[in-house]
């Protein structure tokens, strides 16, 4: 089960830093990477298994908790950070740092 996983991460990106993939390579791979998760998935659909739903959702989860944090809230955060600290900084200077409120 674990060797599928990471057959199909090295599938895609290994051949990729060797060389310069060209369209027919990537279509060669795209149809293998796609046969071979067929036959890895098919038997489990056909036994009425709970790993593809899991798969699914876990899949989902991490594409959108990504593009969320990419998207969205990554550079937001970090220029609110930064706004904050310099904000904390001149506060410090104008009324110095104290270790009680």
């Known amino acids: 089960k674990k060797k ?3 057959f199909f991460f090295f ?3 290994f051949p990729l ?3 310069t993939p060209t369209m027919a390579t990537i279509q060669s791979r795209l149809s293998s990477m796609l046969e071979s998760t067929a036959g890895y998935y098919r038997p489990l659909f056909r036994s009425g298994s709970a ?3 899991w798969h699914i959702m876990i899949a989902t989860s991490v594409i959108m908790y990504t ?3 990419i998207f969205n809230k990554g550079v937001h955060i970090q220029a609110a950070r930064k706004e904050q600290k310099v904000a904390l900084e001149e506060y410090y ?3 110095g740092k104290s270790g009680h409120h």
């Open 4 to 6: 599928f996983f990471f």
């Open 11 to 13: 599938s895609l990106v």
């Open 51 to 53: 790993k593809p739903l």
């Open 93 to 95: 200077e104008k009324h």
């Open 17 to 19: 830093l060797q060389h």
């Open 67 to 69: 593009q969320n944090y």
